[in-house]
């Protein structure tokens, strides 16, 4: 009986997580956003915290980085590493982050590559003359043999909801599920419903039969 209600709790807590990560990555793609974090820009949210604290096992984040970015790239490298920062200190011991340079090791490049970190183009202009310069600023996160991968973090305002999506996708014991009434209502909410669709396993509910 209290292996049943431990079950129940679990996948109650899941499905709120999952909800919440749900608004987040909704909030990321709307041209609004409440900002609670009162100065502390790279506080994590609520729901990142929980998918956190219940981590069992090491999550490893790796990050592809070259070692010569543009310069335009360099306070977008600041807030991602702040934000990796973050994570480190809710995750304790159960949070590692490597930096690997695919630019100084072809093995590691091909790594890169394989992984389905995306291959950037860099252009830049310096004394009149135009160049384009190959790099990568990706990430791959890895959890109980399971990896997934963010292609580039040229978006920090969205790198949040990646990571702690893919953590808790790797991490749950059972997938949520979360119905729709009628095709009608799925179509209003086609977003919501495309959102929801990467944590939960997303129906469509027949109530005339």
Not at 90 to 98: A, D, F, L, N, R
Request: glycine share 6%.
């Amino acid at each position: 009986m209290k292996n049943l209600e431990t079950l129940s709790k679990r996948m109650l807590l899941g499905v709120v997580i999952g909800i919440l990560l749900g608004v987040n990555a909704l909030a990321s793609v709307i041209p609004w956003k409440l900002d609670f974090s009162l100065g502390k820009v790279y506080s994590l949210s609520s729901s990142s915290k929980i998918v956190l604290s219940y981590l069992k096992k090491k999550a490893e984040i790796t990050i592809y980085l070259s070692s010569a970015l543009p310069p335009r790239i360099v306070p977008i490298k600041k807030d991602v590493f702040d934000l990796l920062d973050e994570y480190k200190a809710y995750g304790g011991t159960k949070v590692v982050v490597t930096t690997v340079f695919p630019d100084t090791d072809p093995k590691k490049e091909q790594e890169a590559q394989s992984s389905g970190v995306t291959r950037l183009q860099f252009s830049e202009v310096e004394s009149d003359n135009y160049s384009v310069k190959n790099g990568y600023f990706g990430a791959v996160i890895s959890y109980d043999g399971k990896k997934e991968v963010v292609p580039t973090l040229l978006n920090p305002a969205s790198l949040e909801v990646d990571l702690t999506s893919s953590l808790y996708r790797m991490s749950r014991v059972t997938v949520p599920m979360i119905g729709f009434i009628s095709g009608a209502t799925r179509e209003r909410t086609g977003l919501f419903s495309q959102v929801l669709s990467k944590q939960f396993s997303v129906v469509d509910v027949n109530t005339t039969t």
